[in-house]
Nanobody
Framework: QVQLVESGGGLVQAGGSLRLSCAAS????????MGWFRQAPGKDREFVAA???????YYGDSVKGRFTISRDNAKNTVYLQMNSLKPEDTAVYYC????????????????WGQGTQVTVSS
């Protein structure tokens, strides 16, 4: 399995921006999909964005046009740039990875980070 560590969470005002980072380590093979999910208290884990393989990106409807996922293979790191943040974006954000999977079902991702808290104030 791939080990993942998120960073970059914090407190921001509505309309502001944050960039989350997810550093990966450990051996991996095949085409690796990296994804971001979020979970607020009492709610299901929600798909945010994914980088399928090398170049393909996919976003959840609630964040399209505001969030951007990117990856730097040389640094083994995936990023989530979050702009125009809203109070409803408040959640713990998790990075996830899976080999040879092109989808957004959280149950299919077997490698997860510990999460980083994002709080958006109104």
């Amino acid at each position: 399995q791939v080990q993942l560590v998120e960073s970059g969470g914090g407190l921001v005002q509505a309309g502001g921006s944050l960039r989350l980072s997810c550093a990966a380590s450990g051996r991996a093979s095949g085409s690796i999909t990296m994804g971001w999910f979020r979970q607020a208290p009492g709610k299901d884990r929600e798909f945010v964005a994914a980088h399928w393989g090398i170049i393909t990106t996919y976003y959840g409807d609630s964040v399209k046009g505001r969030f951007t996922i990117s990856r730097d293979n040389a640094k083994n790191t995936v990023y989530l740039q979050m702009n125009s943040l809203k109070p409803e974006d408040t959640a713990v954000y998790y990075c996830a990875a899976e080999r040879d999977y092109y989808g957004n079902d959280p149950s299919r991702f077997r490698s997860w980070g510990q999460g980083t808290q994002v709080t958006v104030s109104s």
